[in-house]
C-alpha cells in the first residue's frame, strides 16, 4: 500500500521520494512563515538521509517569505525546541520522523515559546498551506540563511545547571549508549564523558540515519545494547530515539527495565530532590508513574497522547516533571519538551544520590506490566471500530479523553487511533503479566472482529 | 504584469513576483530527471535572491538523485569550463546575469559547457510539465560536495591560452567593475596570474548591484571617472555573471559594448584566420573586420546557444555577440569575461599600444539601440504588421534570421522580441548618425502604431 502525505498533529509527514517531495516542504515553509511572520526561523534535522534536501527546501520557502533561515544543523529535537525560544525566534522547523523507519521523514512546527504548535495553532497553519496564499517576497526583504556554531551547548548549559554535576561526576560511572545511528551520535558521548564524567561505550553511534535497529527504544530493538552492558559490564545502558527525545533505560544486569519506567525513575528523582509539584502524563503512561507521585503527594494530571497535550497540560498545571510512557521525560524548569538528555542526566544524578544501581531501583518501583499492540486499520474503519468497543464496555468505568481508556481494578487498557501511521495502538497493563497478556489479547480480538465487521 | 519565462535556456523571472522556490525545486528536479540523477556542477551569483533559489535547486538536484558539486559563488564561464573537465552530466547557474536587480535565474548547461540546446531544454521542459520527476527513496539521495579548489585550474588554463609573458611585462593598472557580481572574489587570482596592478571597485559580494548590470556606456562612468585619476592603462565593466563585458579607455573614453567583440575579433583573427560566428545584429565593424582577414562570417540568432552550436557545426575560430561577449571555442563554450580582458590586454601588450589605440584602429558605425515595451504576445504581433507595411525597408535587404533585419549599403536596422523582457529590441546601425538616429525613429512610430 502506498503511504499517503500524514498531515496533522504530528506535523508533516510522508515517504521520501513519493508523498514527502522538497516542494511540498518549500511550500509548508512559506505556510509556516506567512503564519509567523517575518523574522528568524530555526531548522534542524535527525541523521536521515533525506533531510538535508529538505533543510534546502525549507531554506529557500523561508527566504523567499521573507523569514531568515538559522540552520542548526543535526541537533536533537529538545535542543531545537529550546533554541527556537532562547533565540528569540519565530518559531522552529524540525525535519524528523522521529520514530518513523529511515524511509520516513516529516516536517514538526515549533511556535516561538519552543513547544510545538497545539492542534488549533496548526490547524491554522495547514489552512494557510490550503489557501496556498503564501507571502512572497523581493530581494529587499530577502535575508540569506546563517549557520548557527555549537548549537547545543545552551540546551547542555540548562541541564547542567539543573542537576548535581559534582555528584554525578564524582561516581564515575560506566554508561553504554545506542544512539540508533541518529543525532545522538554526535553528541551523547562527548555529553556523558566531559560533561558528566562517565567512562561511555556506545553502539550505533554512526550518525548515517540508516537505522540498524528499530528506531522505537522498545526493549525487542534494543538486544545489540543488553549485550554490550553485560560485556562492558556497565552500570547503565541508555537508548536513545533517532532525534533525541526519547530514552530508555538497560540496567546492570543488561535488562531494558522498560520505556515507560524511565518516567517513572525521573518524576522520582525530581520530587525527591528537585521540586515538589503537580506531574503530568499520558493516559497510557504505567500506572507505576502515578503511584511514584501520589506517594509523594503529588497531583496527577492525565492527558490525551501527544506530546503537546502532555506539555499544555504540565504549562497550565505548573507540572514540575511528567512526560510519555514511550521514554518522554520532560521537565519544564530545563525546558517543556520531551528530552533524553535530561532523562539520562536525572537517571545518573538518581543512582548518585540513592546510591543503588539501576535493578535496585527498579525493584523498589510498584510492579505493573504493560503490553503494547497495534492492529493495522485503514482511516475510515477505526471510528465505527471504537464506537463498537465504546459500547462493549460501557458498563465500565470508561474514559473517552482520547480513543476508548477502560479501567479496572487492577488493570487498564487503551485503545486508540494512532496519530502518525494507519494503525490502532492498543496498550494494556496489569499487576501480573499473564492478566495483562490476557486483556490484550481479547481486545485484540474484538477489535480484529470489529474491523472485519466494519468491512462486511 | 507577470515576469515568469520558462524556455529551453532555463528559467527566469523576478524575485518576490513569478520566481517560487516550488518552481525552482521541480525545474531543478526536471534538470536532474534529465541527466538521469548525474553529477551536476552548481554556482550563483551575489544576488540576495540567489541563495534561496541556490538551496532550493540542491534540493530538487539531491531528490533525483544527483550528485552536486557546488562551486558557491562562482561565475558563469568558471562553471561552463569545468563541466567538461570534471565530468558533469551538466550544470546549473543561478544568476540574474545583466538584468536588473530583482531578476533571477536558473540557467541550464549541458554535459561539454555550452547552455543548453533547444532540443534538450525542451526535453527538461517535457519533464516539468509532465511532473514526471525522478524521485529517488531516502537511500539513493544525492550528495553535496563543496568545490573549492578547481579555480586554480581554470586560472592556469586562462594563463597558458594568453601571452602571459608579454602581459606581464607591461606591468597594467587595470581598473575593473564587476557589478558586486559573482566575479567580485576572482579578480585578485586573475591579476596576480597577469601580474596586473589591479583596482577593483563595486567588488563586494553585497547582493546589490550597484548600477544597472548590463555592462555598456551609461553604466561604465564611475570607471570613466577615476581612470585617469588612478592611472589606469584600460578598465573592464562586467555582467554579474561574468559572462559580458565593456571596456574603458585610459583617456575615460566609454567604448560601446559592440566594440567587445570587434576588437577581440581583430587580434584574434589576426593570428589565426577561421570563420567567424555572430548573431544577426551585432555590428557591422564585425564584418569588416572579418573581411579585412578574409575570414568566412555565419551569423545565427540571438542567444549564447546558438552562437556556440554554430561554431562547433561550422568549425569556427571565435565566436561572439555585440552584447559585449566573446568565446574561443578551443577554450571553452562560454562567454567568459576573464579570457575578453585576458586577450585584450594580450593585443595592447604585443602591439605595444594603448586602449584608445585598439578602438581606433577599428571601422566605427553609429549605433543606435532603443526598446518598445509592451506584453509579449503584442511584441510579436506588432512585427508582423511591420512586415506588410511599406516605406520603412525600401532599398533594404530583409533577412528574418531572428526577427526582422534590414540591411542597407549603409548600415543596417534589426527588430526582435526580447527573449528576456516584455518588449521588441531595436538597433540601428549607420556611418550616418542621423539616418541610424531617422531609422530607429521612423519603426518606433508604426510599432507604437501597431501595438
Request: glycine residues 8%; negative net charge; proline residues 4%.
Given at each position: 500500500?502506498?503511504?499517503?502525505?500524514?498531515?496533522?498533529?504530528?506535523?508533516?509527514?510522508?515517504?521520501?521520494?513519493?508523498?514527502?517531495?522538497?516542494?511540498?516542504?518549500?511550500?509548508?515553509?512559506?505556510?509556516?512563515?506567512?503564519?509567523?511572520?517575518?523574522?528568524?526561523?530555526?531548522?534542524?534535522?535527525?541523521?536521515?538521509?533525506?533531510?538535508?534536501?529538505?533543510?534546502?527546501?525549507?531554506?529557500?520557502?523561508?527566504?523567499?517569505?521573507?523569514?531568515?533561515?538559522?540552520?542548526?544543523?543535526?541537533?536533537?529535537?529538545?535542543?531545537?525546541?529550546?533554541?527556537?525560544?532562547?533565540?528569540?525566534?519565530?518559531?522552529?522547523?524540525?525535519?524528523?520522523?522521529?520514530?518513523?523507519?529511515?524511509?520516513?521523514?516529516?516536517?514538526?512546527?515549533?511556535?516561538?515559546?519552543?513547544?510545538?504548535?497545539?492542534?488549533?495553532?496548526?490547524?491554522?497553519?495547514?489552512?494557510?498551506?490550503?489557501?496556498?496564499?503564501?507571502?512572497?517576497?523581493?530581494?529587499?526583504?530577502?535575508?540569506?540563511?546563517?549557520?548557527?556554531?555549537?548549537?547545543m551547548e545552551r540546551h547542555v548549559r540548562k541541564i547542567l545547571d539543573y542537576v548535581d554535576v559534582d555528584l554525578i561526576r564524582k561516581r564515575g560511572f560506566s554508561v553504554a549508549v545506542d544512539c540508533c545511528n541518529g543525532v545522538g551520535a554526535l553528541s551523547t558521548r562527548k555529553f556523558l564523558e566531559e560533561k558528566l564524567g562517565c567512562k561511555v561505550v556506545a553502539c550505533f553511534d554512526a550518525p548515517t540515519g540508516a537505522f540498524e535497529r528499530g528506531p522505537e527504544p522498545?526493549?525487542?530493538?534494543?538486544?545489540?545494547?543488553?549485550?554490550?552492558?553485560?560485556?562492558?559490564?556497565?552500570?547503565?545502558?541508555?537508548?536513545?530515539?533517532?532525534?533525541?527525545?526519547?530514552?530508555?533505560?538497560?540496567?546492570?544486569?543488561?535488562?531494558?527495565?522498560?520505556?515507560?519506567?524511565?518516567?517513572?525513575?525521573?518524576?522520582?528523582?525530581?520530587?525527591?530532590?528537585?521540586?515538589?509539584?503537580?506531574?503530568?502524563?499520558?493516559?497510557?503512561?504505567?500506572?507505576?508513574?502515578?503511584?511514584?507521585?501520589?506517594?509523594?503527594?503529588?497531583?496527577?494530571?492525565?492527558?490525551?497522547?501527544?506530546?503537546?497535550?502532555?506539555?499544555?497540560?504540565?504549562?497550565?498545571?505548573?507540572?514540575?516533571?511528567?512526560?510519555?510512557?514511550?521514554?518522554?521525560?520532560?521537565?519544564?524548569?530545563?525546558?517543556?519538551?520531551?528530552?533524553?538528555?535530561?532523562?539520562?542526566?536525572?537517571?545518573?544524578?538518581?543512582?548518585?544520590?540513592?546510591?543503588?544501581?539501576?535493578?535496585?531501583?527498579?525493584?523498589?518501583?510498584?510492579?505493573?506490566?504493560?503490553?503494547?499492540?497495534?492492529?493495522?486499520?485503514?482511516?475510515?474503519?477505526?471510528?465505527?471500530?471504537?464506537?463498537?468497543?465504546?459500547?462493549?464496555?460501557?458498563?465500565?468505568?470508561?474514559?473517552?479523553?482520547?480513543?476508548?481508556?477502560?479501567?479496572?481494578?487492577?488493570?487498564?487498557?487503551?485503545?486508540?487511533?494512532?496519530?502518525?501511521?494507519?494503525?490502532?495502538?492498543?496498550?494494556?497493563?496489569?499487576?501480573?503479566?499473564?492478566?495483562?497478556?490476557?486483556?490484550?489479547?481479547?481486545?485484540?480480538?474484538?477489535?480484529?472482529?470489529?474491523?472485519?465487521?466494519?468491512?462486511? | 504584469?507577470?515576469?515568469?519565462?520558462?524556455?529551453s535556456f532555463g528559467m527566469r523571472g523576478f524575485a518576490g513576483d513569478s520566481l517560487t522556490p516550488e518552481l525552482a525545486i521541480d525545474f531543478a528536479c526536471a534538470f536532474g530527471t534529465f541527466v538521469e540523477g548525474g553529477r551536476v556542477l552548481l554556482g550563483r551569483d551575489t544576488r540576495i535572491s540567489s541563495t534561496s533559489l541556490h538551496a532550493a535547486t540542491v534540493s530538487g538536484l539531491l531528490a533525483a538523485g544527483c550528485e552536486v558539486m557546488d562551486f558557491g559563488i562562482?561565475?558563469?564561464?568558471?562553471?561552463?569550463?569545468?563541466?567538461?573537465?570534471?565530468?558533469?552530466?551538466?550544470?546549473?547557474?543561478?544568476?540574474?546575469?545583466?538584468?536588473?536587480?530583482?531578476?533571477?535565474?536558473?540557467?541550464?548547461?549541458?554535459?561539454?559547457?555550452?547552455?543548453?540546446?533547444?532540443?534538450?531544454?525542451?526535453?527538461?521542459?517535457?519533464?516539468?510539465?509532465?511532473?514526471?520527476?525522478?524521485?529517488?527513496?531516502?537511500?539513493?539521495?544525492?550528495?553535496?560536495?563543496?568545490?573549492?579548489?578547481?579555480?586554480?585550474?581554470?586560472?592556469?588554463?586562462?594563463?597558458?591560452?594568453?601571452?602571459?609573458?608579454?602581459?606581464?611585462?607591461?606591468?597594467?593598472?587595470?581598473?575593473?567593475?564587476?557589478?558586486?557580481?559573482?566575479?567580485?572574489?576572482?579578480?585578485?587570482?586573475?591579476?596576480?596570474?597577469?601580474?596586473?596592478?589591479?583596482?577593483?571597485?563595486?567588488?563586494?559580494?553585497?547582493?546589490?548591484?550597484?548600477?544597472?548590470?548590463?555592462?555598456?556606456?551609461?553604466?561604465?562612468?564611475?570607471?570613466?571617472?577615476?581612470?585617469?585619476?588612478?592611472?589606469?592603462?584600460?578598465?573592464?565593466?562586467?555582467?554579474?555573471?561574468?559572462?559580458?563585458?565593456?571596456?574603458?579607455?585610459?583617456?575615460?573614453?566609454?567604448?560601446?559594448?559592440?566594440?567587445?567583440?570587434?576588437?577581440?575579433?581583430?587580434?584574434?583573427?589576426?593570428?589565426?584566420?577561421?570563420?567567424?560566428?555572430?548573431?544577426?545584429?551585432?555590428?557591422?565593424?564585425?564584418?569588416?573586420?572579418?573581411?579585412?582577414?578574409?575570414?568566412?562570417?555565419?551569423?545565427?540568432?540571438?542567444?549564447?546557444?546558438?552562437?556556440?552550436?554554430?561554431?562547433?557545426?561550422?568549425?569556427?575560430?571565435?565566436?561572439?555577440?555585440?552584447?559585449?561577449?566573446?568565446?574561443?571555442?578551443?577554450?571553452?563554450?562560454?562567454?567568459?569575461?576573464?579570457?575578453?580582458?585576458?586577450?585584450?590586454?594580450?593585443?595592447?601588450?604585443?602591439?605595444?599600444?594603448?586602449?584608445?589605440?585598439?578602438?581606433?584602429?577599428?571601422?566605427?558605425?553609429?549605433?543606435?539601440?532603443?526598446?518598445?515595451?509592451?506584453?509579449?504576445?503584442?511584441?510579436?504581433?506588432?512585427?508582423?504588421?511591420?512586415?506588410?507595411?511599406?516605406?520603412?525597408?525600401?532599398?533594404?535587404?530583409?533577412?528574418?534570421?531572428?526577427?526582422i533585419r534590414v540591411d542597407w549599403d549603409d548600415g543596417w536596422i534589426h527588430l526582435r522580441a526580447s527573449q528576456t523582457e516584455p518588449m521588441i529590441r531595436i538597433i540601428s546601425e549607420s556611418s550616418s548618425r542621423q539616418r541610424a538616429e531617422n531609422r530607429a525613429a521612423n519603426v518606433i512610430r508604426l510599432l507604437e502604431n501597431n501595438m
Open positions: 500500500m502506498k503511504e499517503f502525505l500524514k498531515v496533522g498533529i504530528s506535523g508533516v509527514r510522508g515517504v521520501v521520494g513519493e508523498s514527502l517531495t522538497p516542494s511540498i516542504a518549500a511550500s509548508f515553509a512559506r505556510a509556516f512563515a506567512s503564519f509567523v511572520g517575518r523574522g528568524t526561523v530555526v531548522v534542524g534535522r535527525d541523521t536521515r538521509p533525506s533531510g538535508y534536501a529538505l533543510q534546502c527546501a525549507i531554506a529557500a520557502g523561508l527566504e523567499s517569505s521573507g523569514c531568515k533561515p538559522v540552520l542548526a544543523g543535526i541537533v536533537p529535537t529538545p535542543t531545537l525546541c529550546m533554541l527556537a525560544r532562547e533565540l528569540g525566534s519565530r518559531g522552529a522547523i524540525a525535519i524528523t520522523a522521529s520514530h518513523n523507519t529511515s524511509e520516513w521523514n516529516a516536517m514538526k512546527f515549533i511556535g516561538p515559546d519552543g513547544v510545538f504548535l497545539p492542534p488549533n495553532r496548526a490547524d491554522e497553519l495547514y489552512d494557510i498551506y490550503h489557501q496556498g496564499d503564501f507571502e512572497l517576497v523581493t530581494e529587499d526583504d530577502m535575508t540569506p540563511a546563517v549557520i548557527l556554531d555549537s548549537p522498545i526493549p525487542e530493538n534494543l538486544g545489540v545494547l543488553c549485550d554490550v552492558v553485560r560485556k562492558f559490564k556497565v552500570d547503565v545502558g541508555f537508548a536513545q530515539d533517532p532525534d533525541g527525545d526519547r530514552l530508555a533505560i538497560v540496567d546492570e544486569l543488561g535488562n531494558p527495565i522498560g520505556e515507560d519506567l524511565t518516567v517513572a525513575l525521573a518524576v522520582w528523582q525530581v520530587l525527591d530532590r528537585h521540586r515538589k509539584g503537580p506531574v503530568a502524563i499520558h493516559m497510557t503512561t504505567s500506572r507505576a508513574v502515578q503511584r511514584v507521585a501520589e506517594d509523594r503527594g503529588s497531583e496527577v494530571i492525565r492527558t490525551r497522547i501527544g506530546e503537546i497535550n502532555v506539555v499544555q497540560a504540565m504549562l497550565e498545571n505548573s507540572a514540575v516533571v511528567g512526560g510519555e510512557g514511550n521514554g518522554g521525560v520532560i521537565v519544564p524548569a530545563i525546558h517543556p519538551c520531551r528530552d533524553s538528555y535530561t532523562a539520562m542526566a536525572l537517571t545518573l544524578e538518581l543512582m548518585a544520590s540513592e546510591n543503588k544501581t539501576v535493578s535496585e531501583l527498579r525493584g523498589l518501583l510498584p510492579k505493573y506490566f504493560m503490553v503494547k499492540d497495534k492492529i493495522r486499520a485503514q482511516g475510515d474503519k477505526i471510528p465505527q471500530t471504537l464506537r463498537a468497543l465504546r459500547r462493549r464496555y460501557q458498563d465500565r468505568k470508561i474514559n473517552l479523553l482520547d480513543g476508548v481508556y477502560v479501567e479496572m481494578e487492577d488493570a487498564w487498557f487503551h485503545v486508540r487511533a494512532s496519530n502518525t501511521e494507519p494503525v490502532i495502538r492498543l496498550s494494556a497493563e496489569a499487576t501480573a503479566q499473564t492478566r495483562a497478556v490476557e486483556i490484550a489479547r481479547t481486545i485484540r480480538s474484538e477489535i480484529e472482529s470489529f474491523l472485519s465487521g466494519a468491512e462486511a | 504584469m507577470k515576469t515568469l519565462r520558462l524556455a562562482c561565475p558563469t564561464p568558471i562553471l561552463q569550463y569545468s563541466v567538461e573537465r570534471m565530468r558533469a552530466s551538466g550544470a546549473v547557474s543561478i544568476t540574474g546575469g545583466h538584468t536588473r536587480i530583482g531578476c533571477n535565474a536558473l540557467t541550464l548547461i549541458s554535459s561539454n559547457g555550452a547552455f543548453i540546446e533547444p532540443i534538450g531544454g525542451e526535453a527538461v521542459l517535457d519533464i516539468y510539465h509532465a511532473r514526471n520527476f525522478l524521485l529517488q527513496p531516502w537511500n539513493l539521495q544525492g550528495t553535496l560536495r563543496p568545490v573549492t579548489d578547481f579555480t586554480r585550474q581554470y586560472f592556469d588554463a586562462i594563463e597558458a591560452q594568453l601571452d602571459a609573458e608579454a602581459i606581464r611585462k607591461a606591468n597594467f593598472t587595470v581598473v575593473i567593475d564587476p557589478v558586486n557580481g559573482a566575479g567580485c572574489r576572482y579578480l585578485a587570482p586573475f591579476a596576480e596570474r597577469l601580474g596586473l596592478k589591479l583596482i577593483a571597485i563595486n567588488a563586494e559580494e553585497s547582493g546589490y548591484t550597484a548600477h544597472d548590470p548590463e555592462p555598456r556606456p551609461r553604466n561604465a562612468k564611475q570607471v570613466s571617472a577615476i581612470i585617469s585619476h588612478v592611472g589606469g592603462d584600460i578598465g573592464f565593466v562586467s555582467s554579474s555573471d561574468m559572462g559580458r563585458l565593456s571596456i574603458v579607455c585610459e583617456n575615460g573614453e566609454t567604448a560601446s559594448e559592440e566594440y567587445t567583440f570587434a576588437i577581440i575579433a581583430d587580434h584574434v583573427l589576426s593570428r589565426k584566420t577561421g570563420t567567424l560566428v555572430t548573431n544577426c545584429c551585432t555590428t557591422r565593424t564585425v564584418d569588416d573586420i572579418a573581411h579585412k582577414y578574409g575570414a568566412p562570417v555565419f551569423k545565427t540568432r540571438v542567444g549564447q546557444a546558438y552562437v556556440m552550436s554554430a561554431l562547433a557545426d561550422e568549425n569556427g575560430v571565435i565566436g561572439g555577440e555585440g552584447n559585449g561577449s566573446m568565446a574561443l571555442p578551443g577554450f571553452s563554450r562560454a562567454f567568459d569575461a576573464f579570457l575578453m580582458m585576458g586577450l585584450i590586454l594580450e593585443s595592447m601588450a604585443q602591439q605595444k599600444v594603448n586602449a584608445s589605440d585598439l578602438l581606433l584602429k577599428i571601422p566605427r558605425y553609429h549605433v543606435v539601440k532603443k526598446q518598445v515595451t509592451g506584453e509579449r504576445h503584442r511584441c510579436y504581433h506588432a512585427l508582423e504588421s511591420l512586415l506588410g507595411q511599406d516605406h520603412w525597408n525600401a532599398g533594404g535587404r530583409i533577412n528574418m534570421t531572428d526577427g
